[in-house]
């Protein structure tokens, strides 16, 4: 099931009738909006096992400073919210924070696994999300200009990540 934002433009009875006590005309209702899944006509994509990195960003000076690495809206409804519970979804679109693992799967040795209470996923600013990744910048030495890939496996239920291009 895809996952959208829905909003709700009418009162329920008792806010109208709350607003009628108050003397008010009822325009200064709240909008109440959340997360809800809506029937998905054409399928998530098959990964693509030659190229799997669904969502793929050029990491920024703040990205590293921050380490908090900042994605866009359409990228995780499309490529992560699509694969986790309404539930899970809710949380973070409500400012919740919910902690996550992710494999570094960078090719320096092996996989490297983090989890821990800096490797979370969480709602940003102004229609973006964040993905702490504390323990990522140090181990990887990421900076500014480097291309990383990312993606959430649903069988292991982790975000995979991999430097694709390091800066020149």
């Known amino acids: 099931m895809r996952k959208t934002f829905f909003y709700n433009f009418f009162p329920t009875q008792a806010e109208e009738e709350e607003a009628a006590k108050a003397g008010s005309t009822g325009a200064n209702l709240p909008v109440r909006w959340g997360v809800i899944e809506i029937r998905d006509f054409y399928p ?46 809710n949380q973070v679109v409500n400012g919740n924070k919910v902690y996550v693992a992710v494999w570094d799967l960078t090719p320096k040795g092996g996989l490297v696994q983090y989890q821990n209470e800096s490797i979370y996923f969480g709602k940003g600013l102004s229609e973006t999300y964040i993905l702490g990744w504390l323990g990522v910048v140090h181990n990887d030495r990421v900076m500014p200009r480097d291309e990383v890939g990312l993606y959430w496996d649903q069988k292991s239920g982790t975000f995979h990540m991999k430097i694709l291009r390091r800066a020149v």
């Open 44 to 89: 998530p994509p098959e990964p693509d096992p030659t190229n799997q990195w669904r969502v793929k960003k050029v990491v920024n000076n703040t990205d590293v400073l921050t380490r908090k690495l900042v994605l866009m809206h359409y990228d995780v409804f499309e490529h992560i919210f699509r694969f986790w519970s309404l539930e899970i979804c």
